[in-house]
């Protein structure tokens, strides 16, 4: 593949550490594999994200590289005097820690510990002040009046872990491979460190990165960065550099696409310079939808912010005899989910799960998982709530999906963005739950978290993106006015030739604004003769039978019957159909 001129540049780069921000499907892992083949003759190791990206490295990339996952690599070096002692470390470990409040506690302790294990801190108490920053109202109170006893809690659980009492997790050796040096001794055997979604790295790995003096080549997005709640850290902005890169032209998608995400970062962080190029050999296509009922297509994506608009997609579905599969196996969360249920149905003797059997019901779970925000526990009290008639034989059906080898063809595939992150798929629908996130007062209000999670939705469609109607109401003026010239656009999609190849960036043109589609204004003066038409009508129009759902002068918006669209047509321009 021949590279553009961004990618000449990092390619070229002389420089020790180089940072490279790179936008959605702009070929940071192409880049990479670039330069590894470049510099055959030095010996690299390539650090990537999760499993997944390990398995794709290793069928890419040259034989010069080693690709390891952080845990990985830890464990070939420190991992392995623990492998007969790994379990999973959850708050019902430390519940036996405490009398009153117990559960609050509990977990306070759990992300305490894990937010230390990841640190590149030494000492318990160092950590106690740093952890407060990501704590909230009720859990931060509670925190600083029995910080004492959660530290003590926390270390009696380490020590265990390291007399090998219980079972310790990846985190834990990961901890001792960074303490012991280790960390940076392995990085030190290479010529070259190369790294992967850098705005997601472990504060262990940027330490290490940090004092390697070794080439350092690290590439990733900040508006990726949806992984803080795990406290990750942001390498493309906190590591210091030599240089650093921008990768702004996507082979992913097109124009339509490229706009709005480069309209939608400009308007919610407030980044005037901000752009992200599509792909002009790539033909993308931005509607809008009223109900995910509607969707009568098969090999697309529905992708939400929460587990529970993920379930209630999977049972909206499951009720209409559609075939749909999961991103990721959800096992653990449908048997948390079961256990919750059994709870409220005080079947106590059934509930697997330490930590939820020991609230009294599920009322005070529920409000436990109120007052100290626990996502995951308030959408499955949520899931239940709505879903309880179902259940328990919906959990043991869908957990049957998720047992398969892999997923059957031809189905609606249901995922969080998180599990969606480094995916891409012909067709998106983004769920209503992604814009209720960004309603709020202001926008300097909204977190950072849930601006990304909306910027990675739109940015894993290939070629065409559906938003709900929610979309249009949100935000800023500029967006909103963005929003409805889509919507409203009569215009047909322009024909785009296709090049011989992509050219090399800079030559691709900036992006100077929000999406160019533009309404076409009527010809004729506006007035409100709406020539006998009225919301409800059935007719035909030029793209088929349809609904109107709402006229403006002398144009109606219809909503297209066996179709995925809204469109707005001239009312001389369709005709009533006689019931």
């Not at 009153?100 to 801190?121: C, E, I, R, V, Y």
């Not at 952890?131 to 925190?143: C, N, Y």
């Not at 599509?278 to 109900?291: C, D, L, M, V």
Request: hydrophobic fraction near 40%.
């Amino acid at each position: 593949m021949k590279p553009t001129d961004e990618q000449k540049a990092i390619l070229e780069s002389s420089h020790r550490v180089i940072r490279v921000n790179a936008r959605a499907g702009t070929g940071k892992t192409t880049t990479l594999n670039m330069m590894a083949r470049k510099h055959s003759g030095e010996k690299l190791i390539y650090l990537v994200f999760n499993r997944r990206g390990k398995e794709e490295a290793d069928t890419l990339f040259p034989k010069n590289v080693k690709s390891y996952t952080l845990h990985s690599l830890a464990f070939r070096y420190e991992g392995r005097k623990w492998k007969d002692h790994i379990g999973h470390f959850s708050p019902s470990d430390a519940l036996d820690a405490f009398r009153s409040d117990q559960q609050a506690l509990a977990n306070l302790t759990h992300g305490f510990l894990t937010f230390f294990l990841n640190s590149p801190l030494e000492r318990l108490e160092e950590a106690a002040g740093p952890f407060q920053v990501h704590l909230k109202d009720e859990a931060l109170a509670l925190f600083k009046l029995r910080s004492v006893k959660i530290v003590q809690a926390a270390r009696d659980i380490a020590t265990a872990w390291n007399r090998k009492e219980m079972p310790c997790p990846h985190d834990f050796y990961l901890k001792l491979f960074h303490k012991s040096g280790a960390f940076h001794r392995a990085l030190h055997q290479y010529d070259r460190v190369l790294v992967d979604e850098g705005q997601d790295l472990s504060p262990i790995m940027l330490d290490a990165l940090a004092k390697c003096k070794k080439k350092v080549v690290i590439v990733g997005d900040t508006h990726q960065q949806i992984y803080s709640f795990r406290y990750a850290t942001d390498a493309i902005r906190q590591l210091a550099c030599d240089r650093e890169y921008d990768l702004t032209l996507s082979f992913r998608f097109g124009k339509p696409i490229a706009d709005l995400a480069t309209l939608f970062i400009r308007e919610a962080k407030k980044e005037k310079h901000f752009r992200i190029v599509g792909n002009p050999e790539k033909s993308s296509r931005i509607a809008f939808y009223q109900t995910l009922e509607n969707i009568n297509k098969n090999d697309v994506a529905i992708l939400s912010r929460t587990n529970f608009s993920l379930f209630a997609n999977a049972m909206n579905l499951r009720s209409r005899g559609k075939a749909f599969s999961f991103e990721r196996d959800i096992q653990s969360i449908l048997w948390r989910t079961l256990d919750v249920y059994r709870l409220f149905q005080e079947d106590r003797d059934k509930i697997k799960d330490k930590f939820i059997a020991s609230f009294e019901d599920g009322a005070r779970l529920k409000q436990y998982a109120e007052e100290m925000d626990d996502f995951q526990l308030k959408g499955m009290c949520q899931i239940v709530a709505r879903f309880s008639r179902e259940f328990p034989e919906v959990a043991f059906e869908m957990a049957q999906l998720c047992k398969g080898e892999s997923p059957a063809q031809n189905t609606i595939t249901l995922s969080t963005i998180h599990s969606a992150k480094g995916r891409q798929y012909a067709d998106v629908f983004m769920d209503p739950d992604l814009a209720l996130a960004l309603e709020s007062e202001g926008i300097k209000t909204i977190p950072e978290d849930e601006i990304n999670l909306v910027y990675v939705g739109f940015t894993r469609a290939k070629e065409n993106l559906y938003l709900p109607n929610a979309f249009l109401s949100v935000m800023t003026p500029k967006w909103r006015t963005g929003m409805e010239r889509i919507k409203m656009s009569r215009a047909k999609r322009r024909k785009i030739s296709t090049p011989s190849k992509i050219p090399g960036h800079p030559s691709v043109p900036a992006v100077p604004g929000p999406a160019k589609i533009i309404r076409q204004e009527a010809s004729v003066p506006r007035v409100q003769d709406h020539l006998g038409y009225e919301p409800g009508d059935r007719v035909s129009t030029s793209m088929g039978l349809g609904t109107i759902l709402e006229i403006r002068g002398r144009e109606c918006l219809v909503d297209l019957e066996n179709q995925i669209a809204k469109v707005w047509q001239p009312l001389r321009e369709i005709l009533k159909v006689l019931k």
